[in-house]
């Protein structure tokens, strides 16, 4: 599978920005891929934001964004999305889609289980 991540920007403290993340699907249905989204911000490691499991009924948030992110998944259209609301300063580094078919539990917050990795898309948030 290959991802690609987009709909990152500058936005304002407590704006609002939506990530998509488009899969290009090769010989398996997309709704076989557990998917995760990550960040790594400057000079830090990556780190873990939300996963959606396969049929996207079980999701689980890091603590840092959880109810300020939601994450959603049309398996119809190959498509995973990021909304991020009220935005904060430290919310600032590059997003990462990814997914895994083989992920440990119905979902994944291990970046070591993701097997497939987007480009990444910048967000600065300004304060």
């Known amino acids: 599978v290959q991802l690609q991540a987009c709909g990152g920007g500058l936005v304002q403290a407590g704006g609002s920005l939506r990530l998509s993340c488009a899969a290009s699907v090769s010989g398996r249905d997309f709704s076989t891929y557990t998917i995760g989204w990550f960040r790594q911000a400057l000079g830090n490691e990556r780190e873990f934001v939300a996963t959606?499991?396969?049929?996207?009924?079980?999701?689980y948030y890091a603590d840092s964004v959880r109810g300020r992110f939601t994450i959603s998944r049309d398996n119809a259209k190959n498509m995973v999305y990021l909304q991020m609301d009220s935005l904060k300063p430290e919310d600032t580094a590059v997003y990462y889609c990814a997914a895994t078919l083989w992920a440990s539990g119905t979902v994944s917050p291990h970046p070591y289980e993701y097997d497939y990795w987007g480009q990444g898309t910048k967000v600065t948030v300004s304060s």
């Open positions: 959606t499991s396969k049929s996207g009924g079980t999701i």
